[in-house]
């Protein structure tokens, strides 16, 4: 990542899950394999994004790294982006191990592991078909949002897509409050010790917006909403194209 302003967001702020610290990059990894089915995601969402096979896609906010694996077996060039280097570590490593045993050992010579993040990380080859980014988005306060939603603009070619997946809140706000303590309670169920802390920390710290709000955003840095999804009053997922 280039030198940055003082003024700038820092993106490597720990909120909740230490990033920096692989017991619980692995607890972590753990935790979202039980409350989320990965595989299928990740089957729907390159599905959706229908990428050639010489497409070339971002992933922001790479995480413990499913995704490149995944993808690289249906495009040409796929860009792992992380701000925390420990992540970038574990989701390099995680690439290794799998692609081994899948007999795909050569696939990983086509994922590119680089630090950064939506404000830090510089795209400085041919632009891009896809630009991906899961359960990252959250981390920036709503202003920030926007930025990033513009910088990835800039890295997309004409018509190229972009592919969210955050928690997004769409229940009736008024009732906020047993929306949490429902929602609490649920995830405690699925995903055992530890899950609903990891929640209760996101709820009161991080920065998930609404749903009207964010699709202002996508499409005042230059995207159409081809599909607009939202699930159980906090999950959405958007697929947008790049205006010409």
């Not at 280097?85 to 290794?96: H, I, T, V």
């Not at 050992?105 to 950064?116: A, M, S, T």
């Not at 993040?117 to 920030?144: C, I, K, N, R």
């Not at 995903?191 to 991080?206: K, Y």
């Amino acid at each position: 990542m280039r030198g940055n302003p003082e003024w700038l967001y820092d993106e490597g702020k720990q909120i909740g899950t230490d990033y920096e610290d692989f017991s619980e990059i692995r607890a972590y990894d753990r935790r979202m394999a039980k409350i989320r089915d990965v595989g299928k995601e990740l089957q729907e969402v390159l599905d959706l994004l229908d990428l050639a096979p010489k497409a070339s896609v971002l992933e922001i906010g790479t995480g413990t790294g499913e995704f490149p694996i995944a993808a690289v077996e249906r495009c040409s060039k796929v860009i792992a982006a992380d701000v925390s280097l420990p992540m970038l570590g574990y989701a390099r490593e995680k690439a290794k191990e799998r692609l081994r045993e899948e007999g795909r050992e050569g696939d990983l010579e086509r994922i590119e592991f680089v630090r950064g993040g939506f404000l830090t990380y510089e795209h400085s080859s041919e632009p891009l078909d896809a630009v991906v980014t899961q359960f990252v988005l959250h981390h920036l306060p709503d202003f920030w949002k926007q930025v990033a939603l513009l910088r990835i603009a800039g890295m997309l070619k004409e018509r190229g897509r972009l592919y969210i997946r955050d928690v997004v809140y769409s229940f009736n706000v008024a009732d906020y409050e047993g929306f949490f303590d429902r929602y609490l309670s649920r995830m405690a169920e699925i995903g055992g010790e530890g899950t609903p802390q990891d929640i209760l920390v996101h709820i009161r710290d991080e920065h998930s917006t609404i749903g009207w709000i964010l699709e202002g955003m996508i499409e005042r840095a230059g995207f159409e909403i081809e599909r607009a999804e939202y699930r159980a009053g906090f999950i959405a997922t958007y697929l947008c194209v790049k205006k010409s």
